[in-house]
């Protein structure tokens, strides 16, 4: 048996997070809905773990992350958790320790956000860390923290704006008006719009399977690439682009590739 064969279909990471494997697609599941699946400590310490285990597993070659119950994705930071008064140093430093959203900025398999309901505050923060977010056509955004006092603290101000234009980022940031799905496909917060809200999962699901059904080195390298067209300039980018493309253009998915097209067959990819 393989390695990647005796992993568990599912696994309890704990009160809060479990993680699914179906094939080359692995979920990583917000289970606390009837809180919208508000963000509590179990969460931010559980995606973290899950990812990592998924990132670890070779069978799995894409990542989803959705959530439980009919209301909504993530309804933001769990107000039932507000501390009490705290200097501007202790915040900092009690934030610092929980930056859980940077980590999907280490995770090199392509990762998918599944949205339905309401997707505010935090829960937007953490779908912006994704490489692709498929909404229903229920879902709802916001960031409303500048009505409440405050700014996003999970990297809102920064990843909104490399998403949307700057200018839509900061309409959303100083109005912290909400948006329903079709005005985010519109300004390109979301990518993609399920059909109806009952059918999320299932047109996510085969949206994955068909990115997992190719090669998962390639895969990884384009997702390396485009990232770092955010960071890098003109040159180093497609430098980095050139190095990418020759470490991949003598694998044997390449050349399984060429060979699959040229006998008119479906390629078998291992990722070698």
């Not at 704006?161 to 912290?176: C, E, H, I, K, N």
Request: aromatic content about 4%; overall charge neutral.
């Amino acid at each position: 048996m393989s390695a990647a064969h005796s992993q568990p279909a599912s696994v309890v990471i704990n009160e809060a997070v479990r993680l699914e494997r179906e094939g080359t697609v692995g979920w990583v599941v917000l289970t606390r809905p009837g809180q919208i699946n508000a963000i509590n400590d179990d969460i931010r310490m559980g995606v973290p773990q899950a990812l990592t285990l998924l990132q670890l597993d070779a069978e799995i070659r894409v990542i989803v992350i959705r959530g439980e119950g009919e209301r909504g994705f993530c309804a933001g930071a769990d107000i039932k958790e507000r501390r009490g008064p705290e200097t501007s140093l202790q915040v900092r430093k009690r934030m610092e320790n929980v930056r859980w959203i940077e980590a999907l900025d280490t995770v090199a398999k392509p990762v998918i956000a599944a949205i339905h309901g309401y997707c505010m505050g935090g829960g937007l923060e953490l779908v912006l860390a994704c490489d692709i977010r498929f909404a229903a056509p229920n879902a709802v955004f916001a960031l409303p923290e500048t009505g409440l006092g405050l700014i996003p603290g999970g990297g809102g101000t920064q990843r909104l704006s490399r998403v949307v234009a700057p200018g839509q980022a900061l309409d959303m940031l100083l109005t912290g008006d909400r948006m329903t799905a079709e005005q985010a496909q519109r300004i390109g917060l979301v990518s993609r719009l399920a059909t109806d809200n009952a059918t999320l999962v299932d047109e996510v699901r085969a949206f994955a399977q068909r990115i997992g059904a190719k090669p998962p080195t390639a895969s990884a390298f384009v997702k390396q690439a485009a990232r770092a067209a955010l960071q890098l300039d003109l040159k180093s980018g497609l430098d980095l682009e050139l190095d990418l493309f020759a470490l991949l253009a003598p694998t044997k998915d390449a050349r399984e590739a060429a060979l699959a097209f040229s006998e008119r067959r479906e390629p078998r990819f291992t990722g070698e």
